[in-house]
């Protein structure tokens, strides 16, 4: 698994991938704020790893499979716009982004609000509102 040719992580943390969200991604650490889950998932949009995208869904809210065979989406950028809790102290948080993407050769920007909650010290994301 590379990120093109720089060894940025796509999250858009200005960090190596190494030192960011692959941690996550091959289970050797879990995300600490409910904004690093969101960093390390839109990660793992941009790889395709539905394993990791499944795991760090809520039961409730989870889809039985996500299937990127015939996905054509090309993640550009993540911008967070703003965090509500998610703390490491916090059980529940939100977290407003902007993701950018090109998919069908057009550009396109996705809003979404999502919601975060933790259980037995483990974040999960539950849903998200879409702009």
Known sequence: MTTSNSNFCPCGSNQNYTECC???????DLPVTAEALMRSRYS????KNSDYLLMTWHKNTRPKQLDFSQDNT???????????KGGAKDDKGRVEFNAFY?????????HEISRFKKIAG?????DGVLD
Request: net charge positive; glycine share 2%.
């Open 22 to 28: 692959q941690p996550f991604h091959v289970g050797a």
């Open 122 to 126: 483990r974040w999960f994301y539950v």
């Open 44 to 47: 793992a949009y941009v790889f």
């Open 102 to 110: 090109v998919q069908d050769n057009e550009i396109r920007l996705m």
């Open 74 to 84: 090309t993640w550009n950028k993540l911008e967070i716009l703003n965090c509500k």
